[in-house]
């Protein structure tokens, strides 16, 4: 028995026979702060989806809180995918129908009932990022800064153990995305959640505590590169 909240091990994958990803074995534990880097297509986003259950590997096994997921059926999936993870994306999914408070619930809604406590939670959330007052905002008038601290918000919301943000400033200016990647490895730290952190942005990697590189379907930790020379 190890730390791991998530671990993979030996993981391959494969498309229509092109290899993505081969012998990689890999873990977050609590607290810790990650990044992963990667051309684009080097398989990032694949590999965050084997993570979570939502893309099958062709090889290799996948743990969740020290037990192996291939005997999970879809609800217990499901139920636990919302208490593990918390996701933020590039663009950041707001679902248009809604308003912003009822996409940060959105994720709530999946495991249990919303309660007054939990609508208390994200205004607090919404304070943190400074966006006090738009809980009623329709989410298509809300600038691209504006939307990602919903989205960091709306990650927030179960108090996952993990925050996994795949380029979450990707569309930002340069001084909107420190503001917002500073918001979100603070939203982290207050409520004791890891990251992970996949950028190009070498400055944020460079905040995470650990960064790996993705490359020729190989994941490696950027220390073990730095001292191969
Ligand atoms: N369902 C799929 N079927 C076939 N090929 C796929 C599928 N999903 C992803 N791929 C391919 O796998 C490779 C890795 O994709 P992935 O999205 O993981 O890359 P990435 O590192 O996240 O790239 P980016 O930085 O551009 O987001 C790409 O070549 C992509 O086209
Ligand atoms: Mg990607």
Redesign the pocket.
């Known amino acids: 028995m190890n730390d791991y909240i998530v671990e993979l091990e030996d993981i391959q994958k494969k498309?229509?026979n092109?290899l993505?990803l081969k012998d990689v074995s890999f873990g977050i534990k609590e607290r810790e702060t990650i990044s992963i880097c990667?051309?684009?297509?080097?398989?990032?986003?694949?590999?965050i989806?084997i993570m979570g259950l939502l893309e099958p590997p062709t090889h290799g096994t996948i743990f969740w809180e020290g037990q192996k997921t291939i005997t999970y059926g879809i609800e217990k999936i499901s139920q636990l995918r919302a208490k593990i993870f918390g996701y933020i994306f590039q663009r950041c999914n707001l679902i248009p129908e809604l308003n912003v408070i009822e996409n940060i619930l959105f994720p709530k809604r999946i495991t249990s009932k919303i309660r007054t406590s939990d609508i208390e939670f994200a205004q607090q959330l919404l304070r943190l990022v400074q966006l006090g007052g738009f809980e009623e905002r329709n989410v298509l008038t809300l600038s691209g800064g504006e939307s990602q601290r919903v989205a960091a918000v709306r990650a927030m919301i179960n108090r996952p153990r993990i925050i996994i943000a795949?380029?979450p400033t990707g569309s930002l200016d340069e001084k909107s995305a420190n503001i917002i990647m500073d918001m979100i490895i603070n939203l982290c730290r207050e409520y004791g959640s890891s990251l992970l952190l996949?950028t190009?942005n070498q400055l944020f990697a460079k905040k995470m505590q650990t960064s790996y590189v993705?490359n020729n379907s190989k994941l490696k930790q950027l220390d073990c590169l730095e001292s191969e020379g």
């Open positions: 498309f229509e092109v993505i990667g051309e684009s297509g080097a398989g990032k986003t694949t590999l989806n795949d380029e996949i190009h993705l």
